[in-house]
Each structure stands twice: as structure tokens, then as C-alpha cells.
């Protein structure tokens, strides 16, 4: 995939209205499909303009220096190539401290959202309120329907099959914690998607209006969810047609290696039993035999070694590893649906551009400005799902890198630690097997 710069429907092929029929006016130029501008993005409903401030961890004035965040360059690990030098972090969010809360009506979990910005769009630099699962989602909705050209980060699963996993219990509470957190920063350090006023909403409302704001959806999404109803798309630009074979691939093998990964869990989680069983008989054997005590003792040692180390193995592949996986196996469906969506847009373009040149041969008539408006959307579209792409892939790259490195850090230290034990049980063993040859000599 090109990192160039997006040339619309002219890089895949396609001629522009102008060639097509007429050279448009200077008034008439369509749009360049670059990214938007924080000022150009659409305003909340009147409704959802006027919620409160959440509770500010510091009550300085905005403008204090004192209170503000140095402005920082993003990651050294981003391609340089993909992100300018000057682009830079200023909205800061972290999710953290889950509490349970269990009333009358229902039992559920809530986090707390802590931001830290210099942006002037906030009242103040700092800000914490308290969400739930059902506000992240929330904010899903409204930024896909906002900003359907972008593609918004998914979420974890909302439920979880009954009996098989507790969705109150401390590990399930804590790996989609990390989950919503990983969510909401993808969301912040997105050139465009961060200055969309519904995350502001998200991140400073005491109560989110969610019931209103659920039935109001922007002219945009919801012109591109009801386009292109009688038209059918002749063909997916080249460009495109190799993301969606990318993703399908990427896809099989995200779920060989989760099947393949979850088969190792449960064969690791059996043997984990054994083991133990294993070492404790060897830790009764040694109470019984005063010679042999310390040396069965020692491999008892060893036993119980080895399954620290296979815990903290099968822990990190449900608590890390598995997780990434999931993550972008969702991923890929939120990915998959932008460019259906783009698709849409391109096929209600084309049914447009034939029957306005069908008008025209007809009547003589002029082409229609909503043509050309439909031009610009799929250019608009074009621009802001490359960028999208190419900041997903050096998302990827870096995800996969440190889970990777992560996982093979642990492995090694764990399969050290447990050649150390046995290394020290021979010790053991050579200096029982002297003090026999000792005693046989006396």
C-alpha cells in the first residue's frame, strides 16, 4: 500500500466528472479529501451542548502553565513516514480503578476516566468522571456515526457466555479494563476522531445524555448508511480490493493461532494438575525415607517450580496474549464495514454519474450538483480510509512486536528459573552421592 497522498477515485482508475462531461467552475472544485479540521467537525445536538462539567481533579485556571501538559512528539516507534514530526499529543486518558456497584435493578462495573489536555476545546486541563461499559459503547455508536469515513477502534465483547466466565470476577474485570483503555487512547491520539465533540462529552459530562443522543444521527452517517439502496458497485478500486484480501487472510490466521493458542491453554492447564500431583508425591515419599529426604525433597522443589512457571505462562496467554488477538479479530470487522461503507458511497457515485449522463444525452441538461457532491465523498472517503489503513498497519506492527518480545522475555525467564532449580538438585544429589561413598569407606 502507498503511504502517497490519496488521489480519490483519479489514483484507481477513474475519471473524474470533468472528463467526463464538462470542466467544472473555480466555485465548483470539488474537495481535496484531507483530513478535517477540529473547527469543521459537527457540533453536538442542542440537547447533549449543555451538560455539566464532570468533577476537575485540579481546580486551576485553564490557562495556568503550571496545570498544562508540555505538548509531546508521538512515539519514536511510529513510522516517520506515515506521521509528520509535527504532530502532537495534547489529550491524555487513562482507564483505571473498576468498582462494583450492585443496586436493586442490576449489578455492574464502573471505571474511572482520568484526562489530561491543553486543547482550548476543554473548560479545564484535568478532568476524572466514572463510565460504565454502556457509555463506551456509546461513544462507539456516535463516532461511527459522525465519522463514517474513519475507522473507530472497537470494543471487547459486551457479554460473555454464562457459566463459563465471570464477568464480575478480578481477572475478567481487569483484562477489559485494559481493554477500554487501550480503546480510548487509540481514540485520543487520532488526528481526527479525538476532536470530535462527543468524546469531549465522554470525557467531562457528569451524566451522559445517551437516550436522545442515541436517536439523533448526523446528516453524514446517516446519508452514507441509506446510499447507494438501487445501485450496485461495478468494482472495488485495486487499492482497496487488496485490503479487503489482506483482511481476510489476516483474519484466518488470527483465528488458527486463538484456536491453536486456547488448545495449549487447556493441555497446559491439565498438565499443570499432573505436575502438582506429581510433586507432592514426591514431597510424601521424602517424609518417609530420612536417607533420600533431601534429594526428594529437592525434586519436589523442582516440581514446584516448574508450575510457577506454567502458571505465570498460561496467565499471560489469557491475560495478554489472547486479548491482542481478539482485539484485532474485531478489528478487522470494524475495518471490513468501513470499507462497505466506502463502497456504498462509491456505487451511489457511480448509479448517479450514469443517470445523469443518460439526462444528459436525453435533454442537454447540465450534470447535477449532487453528482459532484458525491464525487467529493468518495475522494473524502479515500483520503481518510488510507490514512486510516496505514496508521492501523504501524498500530499492528507495534502491537504485535512487544506482545511478541513480551511473551518470548517471560518464557525465557521462566525456562531459566526452573533449569536453575534443577541445576541445583544435582548438586544435591552429587553431594549425597559422596557422603554414601563416605560412609561406606568408614
Same mark, same amino acid.
Not at 47 to 65: D, H, I, Q, R, W
Not at 406 to 430: F, P, R
Given at each position: 500500500?502507498?503511504?502517497?497522498?490519496?488521489?480519490?477515485?483519479a489514483?484507481?482508475?477513474?475519471?473524474?466528472?470533468?472528463?467526463?462531461?464538462?470542466?467544472?467552475?473555480?466555485?465548483?472544485?470539488?474537495?481535496?479529501?484531507?483530513?478535517?479540521?477540529?473547527?469543521?467537525?459537527?457540533?453536538?445536538?442542542?440537547?447533549?451542548?449543555?451538560?455539566?462539567?464532570?468533577?476537575?481533579?485540579?481546580?486551576?485556571s485553564?490557562?495556568?502553565?503550571?496545570?498544562?501538559?508540555?505538548r509531546?512528539?508521538?512515539?519514536?516507534?511510529?513510522?516517520?513516514?506515515?506521521?509528520?514530526?509535527?504532530?502532537t499529543?495534547?489529550?491524555?486518558?487513562?482507564?483505571?480503578?473498576?468498582?462494583?456497584?450492585?443496586?436493586?435493578?442490576?449489578?455492574?462495573?464502573t471505571?474511572?476516566v482520568?484526562?489530561?489536555?491543553?486543547?482550548?476545546?476543554?473548560?479545564?486541563?484535568?478532568?476524572?468522571?466514572?463510565?460504565?461499559?454502556?457509555?463506551?459503547?456509546?461513544?462507539?455508536?456516535?463516532?461511527?456515526?459522525?465519522?463514517?469515513?474513519?475507522?473507530?477502534?472497537?470494543?471487547?465483547?459486551?457479554?460473555?457466555?454464562?457459566?463459563?466466565?465471570?464477568?464480575?470476577?478480578?481477572?475478567?474485570?481487569?483484562?477489559?479494563?485494559?481493554?477500554?483503555?487501550?480503546?480510548l487512547?487509540?481514540?485520543?491520539?487520532?488526528?481526527?476522531?479525538?476532536?470530535?465533540?462527543h468524546?469531549?462529552?465522554?470525557?467531562?459530562?457528569?451524566?451522559l445524555?445517551? +437516550?436522545?443522543?442515541? =436517536?439523533? !444521527?448526523? *446528516?453524514?452517517? &446517516?446519508?452514507?448508511?441509506?446510499? /447507494?439502496?438501487?445501485? %450496485?458497485?461495478?468494482?472495488r478500486?485495486?487499492?482497496f480490493?487488496?485490503?479487503?484480501?489482506?483482511?481476510?487472510t489476516?483474519?484466518?490466521?488470527?483465528?488458527?493461532?486463538?484456536?491453536?493458542?486456547?488448545?495449549?491453554?487447556?493441555?497446559?492447564?491439565e498438565y499443570?494438575?499432573?505436575?502438582?500431583?506429581?510433586?507432592?508425591?514426591?514431597?510424601?515419599?521424602?517424609?518417609?525415607?530420612?536417607?533420600?529426604?533431601?534429594?526428594?525433597?529437592?525434586?519436589?522443589?523442582?516440581?514446584?517450580?516448574r508450575?510457577?512457571?506454567?502458571?505465570?505462562?498460561?496467565?499471560r496467554?489469557?491475560q495478554?496474549f489472547?486479548?491482542?488477538?481478539?482485539?484485532?479479530?474485531?478489528?478487522?470487522?470494524?475495518?471490513?464495514?468501513?470499507?462497505?461503507?466506502?463502497?456504498?458511497?462509491?456505487?451511489?457515485?457511480?448509479? +448517479?454519474?450514469?443517470? =445523469?449522463? !443518460?439526462? *444528459?444525452?436525453? &435533454?442537454?441538461t447540465?450534470?447535477? /450538483?449532487?453528482?459532484? %457532491?458525491?464525487?467529493?465523498?468518495?475522494?473524502?472517503?479515500?483520503a481518510?480510509?488510507?490514512a486510516?489503513?496505514?496508521?492501523?498497519?504501524?498500530?499492528?506492527?507495534?502491537?504485535?512486536?512487544?506482545?511478541l518480545?513480551?511473551?518470548a522475555?517471560?518464557?525465557?525467564?521462566?525456562?531459566?528459573e526452573?533449569?536453575?532449580?534443577?541445576?541445583?538438585?544435582?548438586?544435591?544429589?552429587?553431594?549425597?552421592?559422596?557422603?554414601?561413598?563416605?560412609?561406606?569407606?568408614?
Amino acid at each position: 500500500m502507498s503511504a502517497g497522498a490519496p488521489k480519490g477515485l483519479a489514483s484507481s482508475g477513474q475519471k473524474p466528472i470533468a472528463e467526463i462531461l464538462h470542466p467544472l467552475s473555480a466555485a465548483e472544485e470539488p474537495l481535496s479529501g484531507a483530513k478535517v479540521r477540529p473547527e469543521q467537525t459537527a457540533s453536538l445536538p442542542s440537547s447533549e451542548a449543555g451538560l455539566t462539567n464532570g468533577t476537575p481533579v485540579e481546580m486551576s485556571s485553564p490557562s495556568s502553565t503550571s496545570s498544562r501538559f508540555n505538548r509531546l512528539q508521538l512515539d519514536d516507534d511510529l513510522d516517520p513516514d506515515l506521521f509528520a514530526a509535527t504532530e502532537t499529543r495534547d489529550l491524555f486518558v487513562t482507564v483505571d480503578d473498576p468498582k462494583k456497584h450492585v443496586s436493586t435493578m442490576e449489578t455492574f462495573i464502573t471505571y474511572r476516566v482520568s484526562s489530561k489536555t491543553t486543547r482550548v476545546e476543554f473548560d479545564l486541563p484535568e478532568y476524572c468522571v466514572r463510565r460504565r461499559y454502556q457509555d463506551f459503547d456509546w461513544l462507539r455508536i456516535k463516532l461511527e456515526d459522525s465519522q463514517p469515513t474513519h475507522l473507530v477502534p472497537p470494543l471487547p465483547e459486551k457479554f460473555v457466555m454464562k457459566g463459563v466466565v465471570d464477568r464480575f470476577s478480578e481477572e475478567f474485570v481487569e483484562t477489559r479494563m485494559k481493554a477500554l483503555d487501550k480503546f480510548l487512547k487509540r481514540i485520543a491520539d487520532h488526528p481526527v476522531l479525538s476532536f470530535n465533540p462527543h468524546l469531549n462529552a465522554f470525557l467531562t459530562a457528569k451524566d451522559l445524555n445517551k +437516550r436522545q443522543g442515541l =436517536a439523533l !444521527l448526523t *446528516k453524514v452517517g &446517516e446519508s452514507v448508511k441509506h446510499v /447507494a439502496g438501487g445501485y %450496485k458497485l461495478r468494482a472495488r478500486p485495486a487499492e482497496f480490493s487488496a485490503m479487503g484480501e489482506y483482511l481476510d487472510t489476516f483474519s484466518q490466521k488470527l483465528g488458527t493461532i486463538d484456536r491453536i493458542s486456547q488448545r495449549i491453554i487447556k493441555e497446559q492447564s491439565e498438565y499443570l494438575t499432573e505436575l502438582r500431583e506429581y510433586g507432592t508425591v514426591y514431597s510424601d515419599w521424602a517424609v518417609s525415607e530420612e536417607e533420600l529426604q533431601h534429594p526428594l525433597e529437592g525434586v519436589a522443589g523442582c516440581v514446584t517450580t516448574r508450575c510457577r512457571g506454567l502458571e505465570d505462562q498460561s496467565e499471560r496467554m489469557t491475560q495478554d496474549f489472547l486479548p491482542v488477538l481478539r482485539e484485532y479479530t474485531l478489528y478487522i470487522e470494524s475495518m471490513k464495514n468501513v470499507l462497505r461503507k466506502r463502497d456504498q458511497s462509491q456505487a451511489e457515485y457511480e448509479g +448517479r454519474l450514469d443517470a =445523469a449522463v !443518460l439526462h *444528459k444525452q436525453e &435533454e442537454r441538461t447540465p450534470i447535477p /450538483a449532487e453528482v459532484e %457532491k458525491c464525487q467529493d465523498k468518495v475522494e473524502c472517503f479515500n483520503a481518510d480510509l488510507k490514512a486510516d489503513w496505514e496508521r492501523w498497519q504501524s498500530n499492528k506492527r507495534q502491537d504485535f512486536r512487544n506482545l511478541l518480545t513480551g511473551v518470548a522475555d517471560k518464557n525465557i525467564s521462566n525456562y531459566e528459573e526452573c533449569q536453575s532449580a534443577w541445576e541445583s538438585l544435582i548438586t544435591v544429589l552429587q553431594d549425597k552421592q559422596t557422603e554414601d561413598k563416605e560412609s561406606e569407606t568408614n
